[in-house]
C-alpha cells in the first residue's frame, strides 16, 4: 500500500465531514463534493450524498472497513500507542 493514497483518503475523509451537513454532502454531476452555497450561487444540479457512506468507500478500496466500530477502536488504540512510544523516545 503506498503511503500517499491513505494520505489522500484521510484528507478526503476530512474534507468530507468539514462540507457535511446532517451527515450528507452534495454532489454534482461528476462526483465532485459541492458546497450548497456553492450550488445555489453557480445554479449547479446536485444530489444528496451520504458522507458516511462517502467515507466507507474511500476506505474500503484500500482494504480497512472503517465502518466496523472493532477497527476503528483498534485503529485509535494503535494510534495513541504509537504516540505514547514517540514521546519517550524523544
Known amino acids: 500500500m503506498e503511503g500517499t493514497n491513505w494520505d489522500k483518503a484521510i484528507d478526503k475523509s476530512l474534507e468530507v465531514l468539514r462540507m457535511s451537513d446532517k451527515g450528507y454532502v452534495m454532489l454534482d454531476m ?14 449547479i444540479s446536485v444530489v444528496p450524498y451520504n458522507a458516511l457512506k462517502f467515507i466507507q468507500n474511500q476506505f474500503n478500496a484500500l482494504g480497512m472497513d472503517i465502518g466496523d466500530k472493532t477497527v476503528r477502536i483498534k485503529l485509535i488504540a494503535l ?11 524523544k
Open 30 to 43: 461528476y462526483n465532485n463534493i459541492i458546497s450548497p452555497e456553492e450550488a445555489a450561487f453557480n445554479k
Open 79 to 89: 494510534i495513541e500507542e504509537f504516540d505514547r512510544l514517540s514521546e519517550i523516545k
